[in-house]
Each structure stands twice: as C-alpha cells, then as structure tokens.
C-alpha cells in the first residue's frame, strides 16, 4: 500500500517543462527598393551577369509535346 501512495506521489510532480508560448512572425516589410537587380550595376558587372546567363542547349533534349 505505501509504495502505490510514493508512486502517485511521484507522478504528479511534471516530468517535463511546459510548452513554451508560439512567436508570431510579425510581416515582413514592404520596401520600396526596385523591382529591377541591375538597376544601379555597372556596366561591367551587367555585361559579365549577360555572360553568364546565356542559354546553353543540352544536345538530345526533347521538350515535352504539347497537348
């Protein structure tokens, strides 16, 4: 009998901390910068990004038929 009565007591002591409370994500601002990256780059910096974004075909690439 005196174990159940230690065992009762045991469990209600909490095994494990509460939960902690959720933080909301406050909105993101909305900034005014421009919609456009390459406004204000240089001409040297858009010519290399014009480089390097220039589409490269992969030989035996069939695109998909349309419906």
Same mark, same amino acid.
């Given at each position: 009998?005196?174990?159940?009565? =230690?065992?009762q007591?045991k469990?209600? #002591?909490p +095994? &494990?901390?509460g939960?902690? !409370? *959720?933080? &909301?994500? /406050? !909105? +993101?601002?909305? /900034?005014s910068?421009s919609l456009?990256?390459? =406004? @204000?780059? #240089?001409?040297?910096t858009?010519? &290399? *990004?014009a480089?390097? *974004?220039?589409?490269v !075909? #992969?030989? @035996?690439?069939? !695109?998909?038929?349309?419906?």
């Amino acid at each position: 009998m005196r174990m159940k009565e =230690e065992h009762q007591q045991k469990r209600k #002591t909490p +095994t &494990r901390p509460g939960k902690l !409370p *959720l933080r &909301r994500r /406050s !909105p +993101t601002p909305i /900034s005014s910068a421009s919609l456009n990256p390459m =406004e @204000g780059a #240089t001409v040297a910096t858009a010519a &290399r *990004l014009a480089n390097f *974004l220039k589409f490269v !075909p #992969t030989p @035996g690439f069939k !695109p998909p038929r349309k419906k």
